[in-house]
């Protein structure tokens, strides 16, 4: 069984920044693409960013582009979200998620993906 911890989140005003991790644990596994997603209450969760983790191309939503940033370190079996120019919409429980399946399913589906985390929580002030 695999894992996934978030760290990272917290309360911060307009404008500022966070960083989330992932970290993986348990048994050893390649997953294909990693993503975050984030819920926010009364919404669809909802993809964020995400990376297939062969070739390192990252996908982004279109309210979070040029904003966020997302990133894996292989040696370390992580995953980063950093969140630069943070806006109260971006209020939600961000989640981790890991797709093993060796298919270049639309990276937004949720569906999609066999590991999640737990969940931490975001909150943007204005």
């Known amino acids: 069984q695999v894992q996934l911890v978030e760290s990272g989140g917290g309360s911060v005003q307009a404008g500022g920044s966070l960083r989330l991790s992932c970290a993986a644990s348990?048994?050893?596994?390649?997953?294909?693409?990693m993503a975050w997603f984030r819920e926010a209450p009364g919404k669809e969760r909802e993809g964020v960013a995400a990376?297939?983790?062969?070739?390192?191309?990252?996908y982004y939503a279109d309210s979070v582009q040029g904003r966020f940033t997302i990133s894996q370190d292989n040696a370390k079996n992580t995953l980063s979200l950093h969140m630069d120019s943070l806006k109260p919409e971006d209020t939600a429980i961000y989640y981790c998620?890991?797709?093993?399946?060796?298919?270049?399913?639309?990276?937004?589906?949720?569906?999609?993906?066999?590991?999640w985390g737990q969940g931490t929580q975001v909150t943007v002030s204005s």
């Open positions: 998620a890991a797709r093993t399946a060796w298919q270049d399913y639309n990276w937004r589906n949720r569906y999609t993906y066999n590991y």
């Open positions: 348990g048994n050893t596994y390649s997953p294909y693409y």
């Open positions: 990376i297939r983790t062969t070739s390192g191309i990252t």
